[in-house]
T-cell receptor, first 115, second 112 residues
Framework: GAGVSQTPSNKVTEKGKYVELRCDPISGHTALYWYRQSLGQGPEFLIYFQGTGAADDSGLPNDRFFAVRPEGSVSTLKIQRTERGDSAVYLC?????????????FGPGTRLLVL | DQQVKQNSPSLSVQEGRISILNCDYTNSMFDYFLWYKKYPAEGPTFLISISSIKDKNEDGRFTVFLNKSAKHLSLHIVPSQPGDSAVYFCAAPYSGNTPLVFGKGTRLSVIA
């Protein structure tokens, strides 16, 4: 079966612009996670959804970042007024259900470069 | 404050020998640990995990050891193969919750 997919694979934008990053989780997975990986760092948690609702958004760095999952499947991470420091790889993962014992399956990521 | 630490950014090992990757953690509430492997331009893939009720878990060439008193775990790969060359991340669910806390990773190079 298909794994987690993310689009676009690369995104170059200018400082101040708005971007949307999309994640398609594995079919049937109810939990969906967004992480951000900066150069030389491990992935850092941003937000996760259980179904349609954001169960934990404590990792979002500020109010320029927002994510939605309106139908409990596809999710979109939205970044307003992008800054150069937002440049990173944005990783999406999904798991069958939420829970610390559930394996999270990652997509290939979206590489965001803010000029 | 990094709760999961991988202090070796890189490791180079001869093919056929053992690779040992180390990870330390500071949060004594962590009770489950995972190792992920990442190739360039791909997302991390789950490799092996261990619960805090065990001190060892083995899966083929991969074994993870947990020393709770030292807050230390290690991943052993034996024998190492060139295809094992990747970045390895140690991770733990944060405070029993679902999101993972990752270390910075160790880049393993297996030389033929």
């Amino acid at each position: 079966g298909a794994g987690v997919s993310q689009t676009p694979s690369n995104k170059v934008t200018e400082k101040g612009k708005y971007v949307e990053l999309r994640c398609d989780p594995i079919s049937g997975h109810t939990a969906l996670y967004w992480y951000r990986q900066s150069l030389g760092q491990g992935p850092e948690f941003l937000i996760y959804f259980q179904g349609t609702g954001a169960a934990d958004d404590s990792g979002l760095p500020n109010d320029r970042f927002f994510a939605v999952r309106p139908e409990g499947s596809v999710s979109t991470l939205k970044i307003q007024r992008t800054e150069r420091g937002d440049s990173a790889v944005y990783l999406c993962a999904s798991s069958l259900t939420a829970g610390p014992w559930e394996t999270q399956y990652f997509g290939p990521g979206t590489r965001l470069l803010v000029l | 404050d990094q709760q999961v630490k991988q202090n070796s950014p890189s490791l180079s090992v001869q093919e056929g020998r053992i690779s040992i990757l180390n990870c330390d953690y500071t949060n004594s509430m962590f009770d489950y640990f995972l190792w992920y492997k990442k190739y360039p331009a791909e997302g991390p893939t789950f490799l092996i995990s261990i619960s805090s009720i065990k001190d060892k878990n083995e899966d083929g060439r991969f074994t993870v050891f947990l020393n709770k008193s030292a807050k230390h775990l290690s991943l052993h790969i034996v024998p190492s193969q060139p295809g094992d060359s990747a970045v390895y991340f140690c991770a733990a669910p944060y405070s029993g919750n679902t999101p993972l806390v990752f270390g910075k990773g160790t880049r393993l190079s297996v030389i033929a």
